[in-house]
């Protein structure tokens, strides 16, 4: 099994930064890609970015520009640096992980959620 813990979330006013943290633990053979995504009050879960083994990156439009994934493979660890907040980016954020839990299987998880709310 593979936990997925989040951190960094809360409230900031727009304009503001916020850094999402989210580390693995349990048991696997490696990490491969790592992802953030999003579930905003009434509305589905949709991705915000992402990044492979290979440090490639991909960010929805929305945050282009703003937003910056990044990870530490020592640590196991997918960071979201969130710069110029606005309340359209108010939302629960999910850490989304793929690993491989033995050398022919991989498995894709879930964190439980930080939530971030941007509001004056």
């Known amino acids: 099994q593979v936990q997925l813990v989040e951190s960094g979330g809360g409230l900031v006013q727009p304009g503001e930064s916020l850094r999402l943290s989210c580390a693995a633990s349990?048991?696997?053979?490696?990490?491969?890609?790592m992802a953030w995504y999003r579930q905003a009050p009434g509305k589905e879960r949709e991705p915000v970015a992402r990044i492979s083994n290979g440090d490639s990156t991909t960010y929805v439009d929305s945050v282009k520009g703003r937003f910056t994934i990044s990870r530490d493979n020592a640590k196991n660890t997918v960071y979201l640096q969130m710069n110029s907040l606005k309340p359209e980016d108010t939302a629960v954020y999910y850490c989304n992980a793929e690993a491989w839990i033995s050398t022919f299987r991989r498995v894709r998880y879930w964190g439980q959620g930080t939530r971030v709310t941007v509001s004056s």
């Open positions: 349990g048991s696997f053979v490696s990490i491969n890609d």
